[in-house]
């Protein structure tokens, strides 16, 4: 599976690895779909382009199970994504407006999980 030996299974490599028929039966017994691979790595992977193996177990304990958890997980991922980039772009306007306001610029808000994003500061 690994085949440049640094520990993480990279998209080629995966794609590659779905070939194997004992590997495709596996990922079925985990109620997986081998035949879409690139949908398969992209709910896999966290982000970096490549699956370790703690990303593999996480990634198929929380795809078992029905399809629609396999549909869910995606649009998750980009809630995650568009969560962080609505932070930047908040921090980005609190900047601007203390600057429009004469202030000293704004301490950064870390994260940003669970914050209510507000026009006033």
């Not at 070939?19 to 035949?35: A, G, I, K, Q, Y």
């Not at 949908?39 to 990303?55: A, R």
């Not at 995650?80 to 000293?104: I, T, V």
Request: net charge negative; aromatic share 6%.
């Amino acid at each position: 599976a690994d085949t440049s030996g640094d520990g993480v299974v990279s998209k080629e490599e995966f794609q590659h690895l779905l070939e194997n028929p004992m590997v495709r039966t596996f990922l079925s017994t985990l109620e997986l779909d081998p035949s879409e691979s690139s949908k398969l790595f992209d709910m896999l992977d966290d982000g970096d382009g490549t699956i370790s193996p703690e990303e593999f177990v996480e990634g198929a304990m929380r795809c078992k199970g029905s399809a629609r958890a396999q549909d869910v997980i995606p649009i998750l991922k980009s809630l995650k994504h568009l969560n962080k980039m609505l932070h930047d772009l908040y921090e980005e306007f609190r900047h601007f407006k203390s600057a429009a306001e004469g202030g000293p610029p704004p301490e950064r808000v870390e994260g940003g999980r669970g914050r209510r994003l507000s026009l006033r500061s």
